[in-house]
């Protein structure tokens, strides 16, 4: 079923190199705004579909809004680790870090990837802008800071699935490329740098390009992976597929400390649930020492998962004489979470999931309640009337299949 | 009959902030009278036709500082009130531009294009300055304490300042201090690189002031423009429909509304001050109205100076009045335009055109227009902050036609030589040169051109020197000390006498809260 | 185990007091000197040979009181020497005005040019005097941590209460009135003879690189008049030249068991986790001791011996923020008499002359500053320090030293160079001549010094004498950054006691008496 119909429009927002493709590809027209690009929210009219390639197949995302800085010379690594909470010394080349990164009262500003290029060449991503800070922390060291964002394009290939299309594209196996591994291939003559990365939680991988290349790796890939079901997916597939990863996502479950305005905005790494990359052994790094005393004292807050229970909000339903409505797609409204009638917790995003069967979201919980295991009550709207529903504090990730670590070889 | 009816106040002056005094008074059931000398009501803020089918805000020509409480409390947008947004700054450059609009990602987008940096930091600055504007708001909201001789209640305010202040973060305490202290340029480059972009902002430091973008006190200039920020539902800028003056008439019609009675061309000669007490006015033309209170919408130099006998007041006082500093720097270009400006850098009709034009370039162009004016004369080449209201508001000007107003610094109300008419022409005629630099077409589409001076905004509007805030927003000009120590309450050394003009706290620019606070100072007396 | 309880680095005045004060009270004391003499900014040398300069500063305008007397200064052979007229401001036709310590025969002597500013010139002095005694209280403490002031702040804030009680809550409010003023708008309330209102705004831009026309300079006005005794302008000699102000200083260090060592260049102050240690030196030996205290500006102190990497973000932006901007040059010349100055008789030649002859002279000069370039007609101040100390040249030979505003540091289109600095003493000497016609033939060498060679020479960050603008932006408890205001810093163990710190610069010795008691509290 297809209508031909084809229109252009004019737009102040920024335009991905794939967007020629994408826009085409783009039945419902659906966009959203992506760090000033314009990004397709969903392909077709409804995201089940790329959802499920996610899970079942392979799903292809534009992610080229994502910022890129390239770190290079002889205080890389020394800058790095100074700038990020995570050991970069350990990071070998070839090799990618997913980090926080803090100011210095141990607040947490962002959260991205570090590859390791080479021995003195990095690449950061992030979700916001970083460079003001970047620069300004690298005052008087040996290295150059380049803001790349717009000059390398990316991809996410997402899915069981994507191994094969990828073995069956580039001109190198990755067979034995690793979780949070990188190497650098050609498709044909196009050379692409490849790390096994995403924000899905399942097997998948990222694809940098140079800009140019960009229309040229697309083609290939859907070309190719057509008979694996390679699916071109918009952001409300990925939002779902991230939650039920457990993976936090900037401005929806946390706020940039550069911008929270007020302290009570502000999260620290234990406070988001990373406190695991905080590695204290580590030199001096920006925002130890408040971390150090926040560990000692422990953090007020935690982030975790929660699985709102299915009877009890079966029952509200029913008693309005109405099926179990839930949004089709991801929530992120704020939504308040209570023990007795304190509130100690609010979730920040959530989502059915459709591979679980369940209904889970990502909450901010004072620490005291936070728990495994922890009962809450969820706040819900049932037909305009406010009610409380049960939601049990859950482990995260949501989803986490053996695919997404392991390697055939 | 003259003489015989007695009010419970009389307004002189139908500023918009005599109004807005005048509608509180009445709406508390106050019998009140307001006298403007000049045949429109409005004061600064007035709509005038100066050229047939050409209306023009001859004056103050933007509002962005209109506080929201009084625009609800008086009812205005029932009596007319209606502001549009002003979308955008555009800076023409010589071969670029600059634009800076109300979307985060476009403004982000086009500073980026300059400088990358600026374009992240650009995202802070501002709802920081933001924050310090609400920091500071307790204080614009407070009515000035006595610092000489303070009262109980005074002593009670600025123990609520202090634990206001207590409650700022250390963050925020600094850029306040600086803000308070330093010139708007160094306190922009400690944030930007791209010098279009700080001159462009540093520009909103000078406006109405007799400094440059590199004196020190210019930052607090710009953060006192920043305040229309602070409901963050208002866009900092917005344009009355009709002109600033139908802003003075909604206050005018809501004051009408409450009771009031408001006369014009009813020019007060001087305050009846009888033992010590103000008692009533006496017109120019003799007639004399009586009344309980009399408030004085004026700038401090007239209320004090003009409208009462100096051998009224303490000596100390007339002392303070006399060094109350009011220097004018700034003059108005209101031009009737044939078509639109065709800028060079950015051809044809656009967002741009809908927003304020700001002919800032660089610090230097600004340093230099300011030199020209330090030294005594109207800047060659001079800062200008343009908008074409016709654009947002069509019945400004007959259909295809525009009109165009040009708020231009500097131009010293001390020129050497003095102003005349040659002088007068020489400065609309830098004005439109200037322009020209990046519009070349406007020479060849002015119908009409009115241009005033300093002289001419004190000989028309009645502000002394030309000063368009009653009086510079020095520090030391401020709050307990605006206009004089002491007095800074809205009340005088003479008994039943109050001042509410912008000579008063928190200051100028079309906010109504002299008004505002003056008249909750004086019901408070009344009750 | 640390070798010193405090190593103190630089020898400069402040350095120097916190040396002293510490060393009497038990403390094992380092003093470490990059240059071959103690000084810093009150550094005499030998120029050229045969004849000597004051590096920098001519004249003290004041040393606080309580340096003087808990150090016994005097009793250690420290002998000031107080001019009957410490200021002339020379004007047209021989027509000058002499500032004496007498303010009646101050207004004798403004009385030639206006008899209306004669009449109230004593008032003038004695209001000035009045609002720089609110000063003398707050210079004497420490500033308080704002915005959480405690009642303990509050408290030690009690000493201001003098001040008030003396002059009225009146004399407060002039205070916050006069402070942020600029020149212009303050001789206007007083003066109207020209030469008269210049003089008097010359002290608002002593060392500043702002003109008359910014706000501001009214405090930097106050500031030149702290414990001045009711003297306009006050200027001080030292006997035997500034420098003997740090020798003094240093050997009553030493007979209070301080190390002081020259030539001893501090290369890197040793932090590991937020904790000073030590220093090492420049021939890469480390010393440790217990405190560091540094009399450097924050920049040098910071940036350049800690390092960034161990500096906390926001504290380096505040320290990247601070504004040094120097704009004042110095020019000594070696003379091969006595020069001769229209209209001053020659045992008049003790004193400060100034050359300025309107505001808007000076505020053209300071202009130069704004577009990065020199000025044409500089503003000039002058002594003759081998009049007041006849060893500073060969006999019948002088010496005139020269502050010269306003000489950028950063210039735009071109870069500080011989040629530019020869420019620079053409223009000194063309403006000289004016009052001084025959000058140039009596000059026999001279040496320039640029806020690049003052940069240098004498560690002063962009050449600023007072280790960072003195304005009301870096005033007090935003001085040198809001979170070292207390002369503690970030870092454990490290310390501030410069002209960067409260109260600002000066020879006075005040920011070195306040952080060592901060210190030994």
């Known amino acids: 079923m297809s209508y031909y119909n084809e229109f252009t429009a004019n737009t102040q927002l920024r335009l991905s190199p794939f967007f020629e493709r994408t826009s085409k590809l783009n039945e419902s027209q659906e966009w959203r705004r992506w760090s000033g690009y314009l990004a397709a929210t969903n392909y077709e009219l409804t995201h089940d579909n790329e959802y499920f390639a996610i899970r079942t197949k392979a799903a292809l995302l534009d992610i080229t809004p994502l910022k890129k800085y390239i770190i290079e010379g002889p205080d890389a690594q020394r800058f790095l680790d100074r700038l990020v909470t995570r050991n970069i010394g350990i990071c070998k080349v070839g090799q990618v870090m997913y980090t926080p990164w803090c100011d210095e009262d141990g607040k947490q500003i962002d959260d991205g990837t570090v590859q390791r290029l080479s021995e003195n060449k990095f690449r950061i991503t992030s979700a916001e802008p970083n460079l003001e800070w970047i620069q300004f922390n690298a005052t008087g060291m040996d290295l150059s800071i380049t803001d790349d964002s717009y000059a390398t394009a990316a991809l996410a290939l997402q899915g069981p699935n994507s191994r094969a299309i990828l073995n069956a594209v580039a001109s190198d196996k990755l067979d034995s490329l690793k979780f949070f591994w990188l190497m650098n291939t050609t498709f044909g003559h196009t050379p692409v740098s490849i790390s096994r990365t995403g924000y899905t939680g399942d097997l998948g991988y990222e694809i940098w390009m140079d800009l140019k290349d960009a229309l040229t790796v697309w083609d290939l890939l859907l070309e190719k992976g057509k008979s694996y079901g390679i699916t071109p997916t918009g952001l409300h597939a990925l939002d779902i597929a991230r939650i039920e990863a457990g993976l936090i996502l900037l401005d929806v479950d946390y706020i940039s400390s550069r911008h929270a305005i007020i302290e009570s905005r502000k999260s620290s790494p234990y406070e988001l649930g990373l406190g695991w990359a905080v590695k204290m052994k580590k030199k001096d790094f920006i925002g130890k020492q408040a971390l150090e005393a926040e560990a000692a004292r422990g953090p007020e807050w935690d982030f975790v998962g929660i699985e709102i229970q299915w009877d009890e909000l079966e029952q509200h339903f029913r008693k309005a004489g109405l099926a179990p409505g839930l949004p089709c797609t991801a929530w992120r409204t704020s939504t308040p979470l209570f023990k007795g009638n304190e509130q100690v917790g609010y979730a920040t995003s959530g989502a059915w999931s459709p591979i679980l069967k369940r209904y889970i979201s990502l909450a901010h919980v004072k620490s005291q309640f936070a728990r495994e295991g922890s009962e809450l009550m969820f706040e819900l709207k049932v037909e305009h009337f406010r009610k409380f529903t049960p939601a049990k504090v859950v482990k995260t990730p949501f989803f986490d299949p053996e695919r997404k670590r392991s390697c055939p070889v | 009959m003259p003489g015989v009816k007695k009010y419970d106040a009389i307004v002189i002056g139908g500023g918009h902030n005599g109004l807005t005094a005048a509608a509180y008074l009445s709406r508390a059931g106050k019998k009140v009278l307001v006298l403007e000398r000049r045949y429109v009501l409005g004061g600064a803020a007035v709509t005038e036709e100066i050229f047939s089918g050409f209306k023009f805000s001859v004056c103050s020509y933007v509002v962005s500082l209109m506080k929201p409480n009084v625009m609800r409390e008086l009812m205005l947008p029932k009596f007319g009130l209606e502001l549009l947004p002003l979308e955008s700054t555009f800076t023409p450059l010589d071969n670029d531009y600059l634009i800076r609009t109300a979307d985060a990602d476009e403004t982000y987008r086009e500073i980026a294009r300059h400088c990358l940096r600026d374009a992240e930091t650009y995202m802070r600055f501002g709802p920081l300055m933001g924050q310090i504007g609400m920091a500071v708001r307790p204080i614009l909201e407070t009515i000035a304490p006595n610092a000489i001789r303070p009262s109980l209640s005074d002593l009670s305010k600025a123990k609520k300042l202090l634990d206001h202040f207590k409650t700022l973060s250390s963050e925020q305490f600094e850029y306040l201090t600086k803000l308070m202290t330093m010139s708007s340029a160094d306190f922009l480059d400690e944030w930007f690189e791209f010098e279009p972009l700080k001159a462009s902002m540093s520009a909103s430091g000078i406006i109405g002031t ?258 368009i805030f009653h009086g510079e927003l020095t520090l030391q000009q401020l709050f307990a000390m605006r206009p004089a120590v002491k007095w800074a309450d809205y009340s005088t050394p003479i008994k039943n006498y109050y001042q509410c003009g912008s000579g008063t706290h928190p200051g100028g620019g079309i906010t109504g809260s002299p008004g505002e606070m003056a008249a909750k100072k004086i019901l408070g007396i009344w009750s | 185990m640390s070798q010193y309880d405090v190593i103190v680095i630089g020898g400069g005045v402040n350095s120097l007091v916190a040396a002293n004060m510490l060393g009497k009270d038990g403390k094992k004391v380092l003093v470490l000197e990059s240059r071959d003499q103690v000084g810093g900014l009150a550094s005499t040398i030998e120029f050229i040979p045969g004849f000597k300069c004051n590096v920098i500063n001519d004249v003290v305008q004041w040393i606080d009181p309580r340096v003087m007397d808990k150090l016994y200064l005097e009793s250690h052979g420290l002998e000031l020497i107080q001019p009957d007229v410490p200021r002339i401001a020379l004007g047209e036709n021989d027509n000058h005005i002499a500032f004496h310590c007498d303010p009646n025969q101050t207004a004798e002597s403004i009385a030639n040019h206006s008899e209306k500013d004669a009449q109230v010139w004593q008032e003038f002095t004695e209001y000035i005097q009045k609002l720089a005694q609110f000063l003398e209280k707050l210079y004497a403490l420490t500033p308080p941590n704002l915005p959480n002031v405690g009642l303990k702040d509050a408290f030690g804030m009690r000493s201001m209460l003098g001040p008030i009680r003396k002059h009225g809550t009146r004399g407060l409010v002039d205070l916050m009135r006069v402070t942020p003023m600029m020149m212009p708008e303050l001789v206007n309330e007083w003066f109207e003879n020209e030469l008269l209102r210049t003089a008097v705004s010359t002290a608002g831009i002593h060392h500043s690189s702002f003109g008359p026309f910014a706000a501001g300079t009214g405090y930097n006005l106050l500031h030149q008049h702290v414990h001045g005794g009711g003297v306009f302008h006050n200027a001080q000699f030292v006997k035997g030249g500034t420098g003997e102000l740090a020798n003094v200083l240093s050997s009553s260090a030493e007979s209070a068991g301080v190390e002081i060592r020259t030539d001893a260049k501090v290369d890197a102050i040793n932090v590991e986790n937020g904790i000073c240690y030590g220093v090492t030196l420049n021939d890469g030996r480390p010393i440790q001791a217990d405190q560091i205290i540094s009399g450097l500006d924050p920049n040098n102190t910071f940036i350049n011996l800690v390092g960034p990497s161990n500096l906390n973000p926001n504290f380096h932006t505040q320290l990247k923020n601070i504004r040094y901007r120097g704009s004042t040059a110095r020019i000594h010349f070696a003379l091969n008499g006595l020069p001769e100055i229209n209209g001053v008789l020659a045992d008049q030649l003790g004193t400060v002359f100034s050359i300025a002859p309107s505001i808007e002279y000076l505020e053209r000069a300071s202009d130069a500053v704004k577009y990065g370039r020199l000025p044409e007609n500089p503003y000039v101040e002058f002594t003759i320090p081998s009049v007041i100390n006849p060893d500073f040249a060969p006999n019948g030979k002088h010496v005139l030293s020269a502050t010269v505003q306003y000489a950028p540091y950063h210039l735009r289109d071109q870069q500080w160079s011989d040629e530019l600095k020869s420019q620079l003493k053409e223009n000194v000497i063309r403006v000289l001549e004016n009052y001084a016609p025959r000058i140039s033939s009596k000059i026999k060498s001279s040496t320039v010094l640029s806020p690049i060679d003052l940069e240098s020479q004498f560690g002063l960050t962009e050449g600023n004498l007072n280790h960072g603008e003195m304005t009301l932006d870096q005033f007090m408890f935003m001085r040198p950054t809001m979170s070292t205001a207390q002369y503690k810093t970030p870092i454990d163990n490290l310390f501030l006691c410069g002209p960067g710190t409260h109260p600002g610069g000066g020879l006075h010795g005040t920011n070195g008496f306040n952080a060592a008691r901060e210190m030994l509290k």
């Not at chain 2, 208002?234 to 009031?260: D, L, P, Y």
């Not at chain 2, 003009?306 to 031009?335: A, C, H, Q, Y």
């Not at chain 2, 830098?430 to 060849?444: E, G, Q």
Request: include cysteine; proline fraction near 6%; charge should be negative.
């Open chain 2, 210 to 467: 007799f400094m440059g973008p590199r004196s020190p006190g210019s930052a607090y200039v710009m953060l006192h423009h920043y305040m229309g920020d602070i409901d963050g539902a208002f866009r900092a800028w917005g344009f009355q429909r009709g002109g600033t003056g139908a802003v003075s008439m909604a206050i005018a019609r809501s004051a009408e509304h409450f009771g009031a009675e408001i006369m014009t061309e009813a020019p007060v000669e001087k305050i009846i001050v009888k033992n010590g007490k103000a008692v009533g006015v006496v017109l120019e033309n003799g007639d004399e109205y009586k009344s309980e209170m009399v408030i004085s919408g004026l700038d401090p130099k007239l209320t004090f100076l003009k409208m009462v006998d100096e051998s009224d007041l303490p000596s100390n006082f007339v002392t303070d009045i006399k060094n109350f500093r009011i220097r004018g720097s700034s003059g108005k270009v209101n031009l009737a335009l044939d078509g639109l400006p065709n800028f060079t850098c950015l051809p044809g009709e656009g967002h741009h055109l809908r927003g304020a034009i700001s002919i800032s370039p660089s610090y230097d162009h600004l340093e230099q227009a300011y030199d020209d004016a330090k030294y005594g004369d109207f800047s060659q080449a001079p800062y200008m902050d343009i908008i074409l209201p016709s654009v947002l508001d069509p019945e400004m000007a007959p259909p295809g036609k525009h009109v165009m107003s040009c708020f231009v610094q500097y131009a010293p109300y001390d020129i050497k030589g003095g102003w005349n008419e040659q002088k007068r022409e020489a400065f609309g005629d830098a004005v439109v040169n200037t322009i020209a630099r990046y519009a070349p077409n406007i020479k060849d589409i002015i119908l009409h051109r009115q241009v005033l001076t300093p002289a001419d905004l004190e000989s028309t509007f009645g502000l002394t020197e030309g000063n």
